[in-house]
């Protein structure tokens, strides 16, 4: 296969975004990496999504020493748990090998199945996230009236599904923007309150095949995307958004909704139920105001 890799710095250095688009006897390929730093484990997350049906794969884990990066993960493979191997290697400013290895022997061996040789272009294409005039309207715009810059005010329960009534005020900024040719949606969230700062990324994905977008985030102090993602779409202008986790060692049901959208407002939540759905006690409520000079963006 031949193609083009465009990366770039996001959330002010803490990561970056690759977008990878090649053609070869097999067909077409489009690829989305999304590189996250843990300031904790001094480890890197690497984050692959395919164009096919818009989701994350398990995220490989590693770190660069001595000019060689090398990042691990154990998946399922033809129904067996394997280990995963990706490394960078043969770095020069110009250049540099991508290789990824599986093994079905704990690490014993390897047998590389991807090899790329990447050259680097000297003329660097603008940052891509146009939508092509052909591309199906059919839920991938639903995300495009958040484009652009936000005032945000947050509301957050202090001690959810305690019977708490202490709730916290921030104020910040959020910078949403559209990647991959319109099948993602990354948002940079600056906001800060009586508790500190807080930094947030979310990345968005579309699911071309069941018309749903997934909903996945990080935080400045942890670097790695929450799992799992939280997965639904839009009807008569309201979005809602499902996933279950473990809260305080429970299963729960999370609700995230976004409604009273408006070309210059717009409201979003985050609900707990910890009874299947019958209750719901909102902790997260988020009340955004565009801001009309575009001149402040996030990196």
């Known amino acids: 296969m031949e193609g083009t890799v465009v990366v770039r710095k996001v959330w002010d250095g803490r990561a970056q975004l690759e977008e990878i688009e090649a053609d070869g006897s097999a067909g077409h390929f489009e690829g989305l990496t999304l590189f996250l730093y843990n300031p904790q484990s001094r480890q890197w997350s690497l984050n692959l999504a395919n164009s096919d049906d818009g989701s994350l794969g398990q995220p490989s884990v590693g770190e660069f020493k001595n000019g060689r990066g090398e990042f691990f993960d154990q998946e399922s493979f033809n129904g067996r748990a394997i280990l995963v191997r990706i490394v960078w290697s043969d770095i020069t400013p110009d250049s540099h090998r991508f290789e990824q290895a599986f093994s079905d022997d704990g690490g ?9 040789m990447l050259t680097r272009e000297k003329q660097v ?12 309207l059919d839920g991938r715009n639903d995300f495009d009236f958040n484009l652009g810059t936000w005032k945000e005010h947050t509301s957050r329960l202090q001690h959810p599904l305690t019977g708490s009534t202490t709730w916290i005020e921030m104020d910040g900024t959020s910078v949403f923007r ?3 040719n319109g099948r993602a949606q990354l948002v940079e969230l600056e906001s800060d309150g009586p508790n500190g700062h807080l930094e947030l990324l979310s990345l968005r994905l579309y699911n071309p ?11 400045s102090n942890v670097g790695v995307l929450g799992t799992p993602p939280t997965i639904g779409e839009f009807k008569n202008g309201r979005g809602q ?3 279950q986790e ?12 976004i409604f009273e959208i408006t070309p210059d407002s717009a409201q ?3 609900a707990f139920s910890n009874d299947g759905g019958k209750t719901w006690e909102t902790n997260w409520i988020n ?13």
């Open 241 to 243: 958004f499902y996933d």
């Open 178 to 180: 559209k990647i991959w």
């Open 246 to 257: 473990l809260f305080n060692g429970r299963a729960i049901w999370v609700r995230f909704t």
């Open 209 to 219: 095949r069941a018309h749903q977008w997934s909903l996945t985030f990080a935080t």
């Open 125 to 136: 294409a603008t940052e891509t996230g146009a939508q092509p005039a052909s591309a199906e």
């Open 108 to 116: 014993k061996t390897w047998e590389p199945n991807f090899v790329a």
């Open 268 to 270: 979003s939540e985050q």
């Open 287 to 299: 009340k955004y105001r565009r801001v009309k000079d575009e001149s402040h963006r996030a990196h």
